[in-house]
């Protein structure tokens, strides 16, 4: 580092960094819609109008952020533990299909009081489940944690499909989903047709993941592990335990997905309801510095994004829906890959003020 910059203020590295890097992806997104033909300005007026002009338009954004915080929570944690977990997506799916088994097997007879817990818990096991293999692999075996994980999706997939197209398909249904859930496997709703209690699940997630990491000798261990395996060794961290219970929890927090999607949108277990949320979880932890405040709010982000960008394409014909997932992929590389460009200037202007 040059001897006339100095490390960024704490503020403007959690916050001001972001800020920066997001104004610097809608400056390029801006160039790209005035290219195509339309107006930069206009653009942004409907994609702010299309994610919180209404009362439907915010409940669409806080659904789809409901997803993104368990998603996103669930890369964090992986990440304090130096380890990367790319199998959100598996994971979710199925902690979709635990949930759906566990309501499909005792909706007619369980009350609300009792499904709704039961269901929820069964979403957290089965994704804690599904990871407890790579990890187990990562922490017995020596395997690669990206490469198990990432394998583990398309065997998800597989199994999926092979359930709801041979065991689980709702008799007399051309399409391959179970029969609709009874009432007492439903999540209430909050806002228009798709907001749910489960938004509150999530944000009860970020205090206890908080909690957990920050307060609790297990999290210590875990962000130990994560900085420096050697001195977590020393200080007498079981690296192994450590690896199980990160992936185990990550796991568990991506199949909370399935609440949102399954117990209060869909009402009954269908193919592809996960939506690539798994994956965009990475974009949503690393935006959020592996922080559950920070997570949520990169989540409302990147739900205003997908909602109003999909009223963007349908206002504006010629920006298409390829468009839009163009838009959302340069938020991730100006957050992600080019995080680190603006700290240079940023450093020779603090220092210059501070003289």
């Given at each position: 580092m040059s001897p006339s910059r100095k490390p960024l203020p704490a503020w403007a590295d959690l916050a001001l960094v972001p800020l920066i890097n997001i104004a610097l992806a809608f400056i390029t997104i801006g160039i790209i819609v005035w290219l195509i033909g339309d107006d930069p300005?206009?653009?942004l007026k409907?994609?702010?109008i299309g994610a919180v002009g209404s009362l439907d338009a915010i409940g669409y954004t806080l659904?789809?952020?409901t997803n993104f915080i368990f998603t996103g929570l669930a890369v964090?944690?992986?990440f304090h533990a130096g380890l990367f977990n790319i199998g959100g997506e598996g994971q979710a799916y199925i902690g979709g299909l635990g949930c759906g088994l566990v309501i499909l097997a005792f909706d007619k007879v369980l009350p609300a009081w009792a499904m709704v817990p039961l269901g929820i818990v069964a979403a957290a096991l089965f994704g804690a489940a599904w990871a407890a293999v790579p990890a187990w692999l990562q922490a017995w075996r020596g395997s690669h944690i990206v490469i198990t994980t990432i394998m583990m999706n398309f065997v998800a997939s597989a199994l999926m499909v092979y359930m709801m197209v041979n065991v689980?398909?709702?008799?007399?249904s051309m399409t391959p989903q179970s029969r609709g859930?009874?009432?007492s496997g439903q999540l209430p709703a909050l806002m228009g047709p798709t907001l749910n209690y489960s938004i509150?699940?999530?944000l009860a997630c970020c205090v206890l993941v908080w909690i957990f990491l920050w307060h609790t000798p297990w999290g210590f261990a875990l962000r130990a592990m994560g900085h420096n395996r050697a001195a977590a060794i020393y200080a007498g961290t079981n690296l192994k335990r450590m690896t199980m219970v990160a992936i185990c929890l990550s796991g568990a927090l991506a199949g909370l997905v399935a609440t949102n999607e399954l117990m209060g949108v869909q009402h009954r277990l269908l193919l592809d309801f996960q939506a690539g949320y798994g994956f965009a979880g990475i974009a949503v932890a690393l935006m959020g510095r592996n922080h559950p405040l920070g997570v949520v709010l990169a989540a409302l982000l990147f739900g205003a994004l997908q909602q109003g960008g999909a009223e963007l394409?349908?206002?504006m014909p010629d920006i298409t829906r390829e468009t839009v997932v163009t838009i959302q992929g340069l938020v991730i590389l100006f957050s992600g890959a080019l995080e680190h460009l603006p700290r240079p200037w940023l450093q020779t202007l603090f220092s210059w003020r501070s003289r």
């Open positions: 300005f206009q653009a409907l994609l702010v659904y789809y952020a964090a944690v992986a689980l398909i709702a008799p007399g859930f009874a009432p509150v699940l999530a394409a349908f206002d």
